[in-house]
């Protein structure tokens, strides 16, 4: 056989090679346990554009063959890429998987067009201020993502969930809160982020407050991502960019406003500003990730005068928390690399936590828990999981951390791994979405009692002794028993469309508030025991 011919019969071999090399490559991944179930994902997206490209090229090499066949594939591939990305806007979930949207999808900007609010008649009128029931910040009433005082039915063949009202939303990734009739979140509509005062009971659009700025992620979306905060006629909330509004709750009227990046020496992460205000004693506290001791901020919630910053760390996603421990008031958060307290009379940083993360600014952490003992619970995704570690202090004064009491470092063992999500706890056990799948751990050892399901990245608030879980992707709500005796599935049903839902939920009394980044619902659920309203 000539050198010609030997050279036109293993050409062809190429796609072959191609083919054998990509389907072993993603076969051997499949099989590997790993810790973040988005890695898989990501080598067959990567592979898979590897393996496009080198197709395409490779007829270039063809020399003898036509010019139409040795470029065209080229030609093709620029086109189609051309082609995807003028016809689709590309997002991702939390596994990150490629969502493609149509670029002439009616959006946000739709909403813009809206007829403005009517003034709604307030003479004589009281904001009213939270009580039983009520859901006043991020993650309940304890900002623990726990509700208590209602009484849930297991059953939801007999008695479904009424629908109360169902409307489309600017987008953003912020949750409700709801006082007495009003319910509040912030969105995107075209150029204005907005707060937006809703009826809870018919979803009518009691008020708006604007600014004219949007916050755009390529991957992350656009919009406002921290949920509001209403304390005693006030709502406190800030945007994306880092805008902090102190709004009055009852007309939506603007009463004072700063802008914690600017005049922090902060930056805007690369997802957006998304940790939710803390109100206590008489201070609105902020997590602004400046330098030079202005990390966080506390500012006075009458007027928005400063009165203490502390702390060099760059902001996180997770929200200030307040904790007592060894009989002293603080503000627990979880910044870039460090989980860091601080007194909450000073903003002083009382002790640092080793708490390194793998993806920019500790995108994946959830809030930290106090559960007795001086000890702290903290948990995120990224392969990383969750830790139980011991605040200490001495008898000069000086405070530390403990290693971990769990995981042991030479397990290797990893739980709880809530990406995008938070966790509650109830009776000694920890329920929450590791990588996707609820999970049950012992409090106490970290062990597994269970890990089932499949929710994605969704969100989930416990009631008594039952979880509500939204699935990220597909919009069902499932009520599931918080047991560790296993997966108990009570109920479920399609509380939103197929879309990707990071909003937290929110139960005020027995109405359920739920939202993703292009639509938001009203459910009136079942209860056990008849609930009594405010």
């Given amino acids: 056989m000539s050198s010609d011919a030997r050279k036109s019969w293993r ?25 973040d179930g988005a890695y898989p994902y990501l080598i067959l997206l990567s592979s898979s554009m590897l393996a496009v490209v080198v197709l395409a090229v490779w007829p270039v090499s063809l020399r003898r063959a036509p010019r139409w066949l040795r470029f065209g594939p080229v030609v093709a591939l620029v086109a189609a890429g051309i082609a995807l990305f003028s016809l689709f806007k590309v997002s991702h979930d939390g596994a990150m998987r490629l969502i493609f949207d149509y670029r002439w999808k009616a959006g946000d900007e739709r909403l813009a067009l809206d007829e403005d609010v009517k003034a709604t008649a307030t003479e ?20 623990d993502g726990v509700v208590h005082h209602v009484k849930l039915a297991r059953d939801w063949d007999a008695r479904p969930p009424k629908l109360l009202w169902r409307q489309p939303i600017g987008v953003g990734w912020s949750g409700f809160v709801a006082v007495g009739p009003w319910a509040v979140t912030q969105e995107q509509r075209g150029g204005d982020e907005m707060v937006t005062c809703y009826d809870v009971e018919t979803g009518s659009l009691r008020w708006s407050h604007s600014n004219d700025v949007r916050f755009t992620s390529v991957l992350g979306n656009d919009g406002p991502r921290a949920t509001p905060t209403i304390r005693e006629g006030k709502l406190y909330a800030v945007g994306a960019t880092g805008i902090l ?166 397990t290797g063992r990893r739980v709880l791994k809530t990406k995008l999500s938070n966790v509650a706890i109830r009776d000694g056990f920890v329920y929450g979405l590791d990588d996707g799948m609820l ?10 009692r269970w890990k ?36 108990r599935e009570k109920a479920e049903f399609p509380a939103l469309g197929r879309r990707k839902a990071w909003n937290n939920l929110c139960l005020v009394g027995h109405r359920l508030l739920v939202r993703n980044d292009e639509e938001a619902a009203c459910y009136e659920l079942p209860v056990a025991e008849p609930f009594a309203p405010r």
């Fill in 11 to 35: 050409l062809p071999l190429t796609p072959i090679v191609v083919a054998v090399l990509w389907a072993a490559l993603n076969g051997v991944c499949q099989s590997i346990d790993w810790s």
């Fill in 124 to 143: 004589g009128m009281v904001a009213p201020t939270a009580s039983d029931g009520d859901f006043p910040q991020f993650l309940g009433p304890n900002r």
């Fill in 245 to 410: 509004d102190c709004i009055d709750f009852l007309t939506g009227k603007r009463l004072w406003s700063r802008n914690i990046v600017d005049e922090n020496g902060a930056e805007v992460d690369n997802w957006g500003k998304s940790a939710s205000p803390l109100v206590v004693d008489d201070m609105v506290i902020v997590s602004a990730g400046g330098s030079d001791g202005r990390s966080l901020v506390a500012y006075r919630k009458e007027t928005g005068e400063k009165l203490w910053s502390g702390g060099d760390d760059r902001s996180a996603y997770a929200s200030p928390t307040p904790m007592t421990l060894h009989g002293m008031r603080q503000v627990v958060v979880v910044n870039e690399d460090f989980i860091v307290s601080h007194e909450l009379a000073s903003g002083a940083v009382l002790w640092k936590h080793d708490w390194p993360g793998k993806s920019d600014a500790n995108a994946s952490a959830s809030q930290p828990h106090a559960i007795g003992g001086n000890r702290i619970f903290v948990s995120k995704g990224y392969g990383i999981g969750a830790q139980v570690f011991e605040v200490r202090r001495e008898t000069d004064g000086a405070w530390s951390t403990s290693r971990p009491i769990w995981p042991d470092a030479n």
């Fill in 439 to 448: 999970q049950c751990v012992e409090l106490s050892t970290g062990k597994s």
């Fill in 452 to 487: 089932r399901g499949r929710f994605g990245h969704g969100q989930q608030l416990l009631v008594d002794d039952l979880l509500l879980v939204m699935a990220e992707n597909t919009g069902k709500l499932s009520l599931v028993e918080a047991t560790p005796e296993g997966l």
